[in-house]
């Protein structure tokens, strides 16, 4: 069982930045996949981001790719999202989710955690 928990939303504007930070409970962080999803108001969940469980791999959705950065800390059991440049169309609430399988997914159905997530809001 895994329990994750968002912080680091808010408002922003338009080509300002932000950091999420998803922090995990249990000693098995490190043997999760990690990944970053995000759901607009009247829109389904979207694949944002997620990384390996050694950091080796990243995988990113084309619409955040080059400014968007994930990361994370197995030591502090975190998973972070670095946001630049961010455009009113990144407005959502973002979930962090964690994966049991060996590879990077971008499909909703393969995370078996998610978080209640935190709402970012970029004004333009």
């Known amino acids: 069982q895994v329990q994750l928990v968002e912080s680091g939303g808010g408002l922003v504007q338009a080509g300002g930045s932000l950091r999420l930070s998803c922090a995990a409970s249990?000693?098995?962080?490190?043997?999760?996949?990690m990944g970053w999803f995000r759901q607009a108001p009247g829109k389904e969940r979207e694949f944002v981001a997620a990384?390996?469980?050694?950091?080796?791999?990243?995988y990113y959705a084309d619409s955040v790719k080059g400014r968007f950065t994930i990361s994370r800390d197995n030591a502090k059991n975190t998973v972070y999202l670095q946001m630049n440049s961010l455009k009113p169309e990144d407005t959502a609430v973002y979930y962090c989710?964690?994966?049991?399988?060996?590879?990077?997914?971008?499909?909703?159905?393969?995370?078996?955690?998610w978080g209640q997530g935190t709402q970012v809001t970029v004004s333009s």
């Open positions: 989710a964690a994966d049991s399988t060996l590879a990077i997914t971008t499909s909703r159905a393969s995370y078996d955690y």
């Open positions: 249990g000693r098995t962080f490190s043997s999760y996949v």
């Open positions: 990384i390996s469980r050694s950091s080796v791999n990243t």
